[in-house]
């Protein structure tokens, strides 16, 4: 699964408030939740920041990991 999806879904966020946050389009930051598309390295850091991890916690897959 792709983490900013299992992020989204397990703190109850919104892809479109995600969006708004971010100051991107709803299609956009749905091509980087369905893995069409990768975030460049500074939005995956704001995206981290907006919800409150680690962008490193964005990259690693890991066994039994908490959000």
Known sequence: MNRIK???EHK???QKWL???LGKSYNMIN???QNRRQPSLEDLYKIAEIL???AK???VE???RKI
Request: aromatic fraction near 4%.
């Open 6 to 8: 299992e992020v989204l």
């Open 12 to 14: 109850g966020i919104k």
């Open 19 to 21: 969006a708004e946050q």
């Open 31 to 33: 091509s980087y939740v």
């Open 52 to 54: 409150d991890i680690e």
């Open 57 to 59: 916690d964005l990259l």
């Open 62 to 64: 890991r066994m039994h």
